[in-house]
């Protein structure tokens, strides 16, 4: 079963998601994430796929997606990190990324090498379902939940439209704003039951959500959180090492959580 | 063979176009994409459009019989005369129609993307002349670089906002408008400057500059006895006075359609803007095109003098009309359009904007019966380029 499915199964409340971008700080930081990751209490894990335009995106995903490219990362060199690490890890792992390097690496090519590297879902906002549909089918041939992404703006009529695409969980973001956004979360406890109930799937909560506080928050009206900016930045700053930042930071967002 | 100038609903021309749109520019999109078509086909919104194009533009732009310039080169040489358009360039015809439309949608707020600045002093003009908000990204380089233009549109009432991520040019000035239309999707409608972005950007903004080649019709019957010329050159940045140029005549094979790129240093060289000499497709500003990228994906920064073809992609229907090999586009080097440009200015007396230079260099590339009708589409006036010219041909 599909791991993204089964954590699901098992969970339905405070659950974490943590992103960061591949690559970043160092070329050969994203194992060293991944493994710290593991062994932390963070449930779930999100890989950014480096890209030089991420529209999406505010101030410090942009910044370690340039410094990303500058250590030369890319997604050949991506899946070997992840071919090293993968019986290592456990935890159910999704990539995130633009949909033009997906594009120019084959996405055929990059489904394959998803499935064979142990990534369980993908989350590509530029590919929305009108565009999607061309794809719907290499996708599915190779287990990858494709994850959509819903606004506190989604009409009834779209998050509809959405759900007939959607697997695995819906992605739903905050507020008005690209990612790392310090604005508070426009979305209301019933929007989020809405999303669940129409789509029939858990939800998480995206985009502004950075420390213990705004994860229970979260928490007290969805499935989980992810947090990317301000765990990415939590990263710039590990005097001891990138293991015990990542320790520090989850048991930071986790207190009086779980 | 049905090549055709509009894309079909879903936005596509071909293979190429599209809406790849994070889902927070849904509901924007959607609204544009349902509305557009019923408000600039209605009367009320032509009636304005025409007045406005008319008695504040200074449309119809002359179509000019190049006299010296066509005895030069042996064959018929007309210049459509976009450059005597009001701010100085075929920009406003898409600001003038884009901003009635804003208007109709309720919008409040208007954000627009420049490079050079043509784009965004167009911008600011028709705020201010509809009393709106207006918010121009502006790369951090190209505000040093065009320090004229800004100054324009602060006077005009902009407000200039500096990018500094990436390499701080057009593409991040994009990147930058985009961000800022996710966070504002309600107040706001975004004024994008060519015929780039998703649908029905691309659509909107080339019906807004058929005008060109719709009045160039008339033109030429009264001039020649017929509306058909032989060739239509135009420069290409994001493509949009080239697919107005083009547009009435798309359908019409014995109308040869010839684009110019920004060669830049040369097409073969990393110092280049020619997205469909030397790109592949990809999809960049949330529409699929010919683009300038690494193997990984990753967006190359274009390179040409002129600040108005620095672009790494171009319209999807450029892509098209090149693919389907209904149009012809040539790389012209920095070197040929300042020769152009020179040229131009000893022969007839104009000065005519670097982008335009590209496309009258091509009239050198082209082998002219003596009896060709030839149009060049004179895009913009060159008075943003002085400095340029002032440096490169005292440089010769
Ligand atoms: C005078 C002039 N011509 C051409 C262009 C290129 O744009 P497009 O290809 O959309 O016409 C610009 C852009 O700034 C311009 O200012």
Not at chain 1, 63 to 86: I, P, R, T, W, Y
Not at chain 1, 156 to 161: G, V
Not at chain 2, 35 to 45: A, C, H, P, T, V
């Amino acid at each position: 079963m599909n791991k993204i499915i089964k954590l699901f199964n098992q969970k339905s409340r405070n659950i974490l998601s943590l992103f960061f971008t591949a690559g970043y700080p160092e070329a050969d930081s994203t194992t060293e994430i991944l493994e710290a990751i593991e062994e932390s209490s963070a449930d779930m894990v999100e890989i950014g796929i480096p890209f030089s335009d991420p529209v999406a995106d505010g101030k410090v995903i942009q910044d370690s997606s340039s410094k990303a490219l500058l250590n030369g990362m890319s997604l050949e060199k991506l899946f070997e990190q992840l071919n090293v690490v993968k019986d290592r890890l456990s935890k159910p792992k999704l990539l995130m990324g633009y949909f033009n390097p997906v594009m120019q690496f084959g996405v055929e090519k990059f489904c394959k090498r998803c499935s064979e590297t142990g990534v369980d879902g993908v989350i590509v906002p530029d590919l929305p379902p009108g565009e999607y549909l061309a794809y719907r089918g290499i996708f599915e041939k190779y287990d990858l939940l494709f994850i959509f992404l819903v606004t506190p703006g989604t009409s009834k009529e779209r998050l509809k439209e959405i759900s007939g695409y959607a697997s695995g969980f819906i992605y739903a973001v905050s507020s008005y704003s690209t990612t790392g956004t310090s604005g508070s979360s426009a979305l209301k406890p019933e929007d989020v039951s809405e999303i669940s109930a129409i789509s029939g799937l858990p939800v998480l909560i995206g985009f502004g959500v950075k420390d213990n506080e705004t994860f229970r928050q979260a928490c007290s009206i969805s499935s989980g959180a992810i947090i990317g900016s301000a765990f990415i930045r939590s990263l710039d700053n590990s005097p001891h090492g990138i293991r015990q930042s990542v320790s520090l930071f989850v048991n930071n967002i986790r207190e009086e959580g779980d | 063979m049905n090549v055709k100038a509009v894309a079909d609903k879903n936005g596509y021309y071909g293979e190429f176009g599209g809406a790849y749109i994070p889902e927070m520019l849904y509901n924007n999109i959607s609204e544009l994409k349902s509305r557009y078509l019923d408000i600039i086909n209605s009367k009320e919104f032509r009636d304005e459009y025409m007045q406005l194009l008319k008695d504040y533009v200074g449309r119809p732009s002359p179509l000019y019989y190049a006299g010296r310039l066509s005895h030069h080169f042996g064959t018929r040489i007309f210049l459509k005369r976009e450059d005597l358009n009001h701010t100085g360039s075929h920009k406003i015809n898409n600001t003038v129609g884009q901003i009635i439309l804003a208007s109709k949608l309720g919008k409040k707020r208007i954000i627009a993307e420049t490079g050079a600045g043509q784009h965004g002093v167009a911008t600011a003009t028709v705020c201010a002349l509809k009393g709106l908000e207006c918010i121009v990204y502006m790369g951090a380089t190209d505000v040093e670089r065009q320090a004229r233009n800004v100054t324009l549109m602060e006077m005009l009432g902009a407000k200039v906002v500096p990018v500094e991520s990436g390499n701080k040019t057009l593409k991040d000035a994009t990147n930058e408008a985009l961000r800022d239309w996710i966070s504002n999707p309600e107040s706001t409608h975004y004024i994008i400057g060519s015929i780039v972005g998703p649908h029905p950007f691309p659509d909107m903004v080339t019906r807004f500059q058929s005008v060109i080649s719709l009045e160039m019709k008339s033109q030429l019957k009264e001039k020649t006895g017929s509306e058909d010329p032989d060739y239509i050159l135009a420069c290409i940045g994001g493509g949009s006075n080239a697919a107005g140029a083009f547009y009435h005549y798309v359908e019409n094979e014995n109308v040869k359609l010839i684009g110019a790129e920004g060669g830049g240093m040369g097409a073969e060289t990393d110092l280049t803007s020619a997205s469909i000499t030397t790109g592949r497709p990809g999809v960049l500003h949330a529409c699929k095109s010919l683009l300038l990228q690494t193997t990984d994906g990753q967006v190359i920064e274009p390179y040409s003098i002129s600040a108005g073809l620095d672009y790494p992609g171009v319209g999807p229907l450029h892509s098209y009309l090149h693919a389907r090999g209904r149009a012809r586009y040539y790389s012209i080097n920095d070197d040929d359009a300042l020769k152009a440009a020179k040229q131009m200015i000893e022969l007839e007396g104009i000065i005519p904007a670097l982008e335009s230079a590209h496309a009258l260099a091509l009239l050198d590339k082209m082998d002219f019966n003596s009896n060709d009708v030839v149009v060049v589409n004179l895009s913009g006036r060159g008075d943003k380029d002085l400095e340029t010219y002032i440096k490169r041909f005292d440089d010769e």
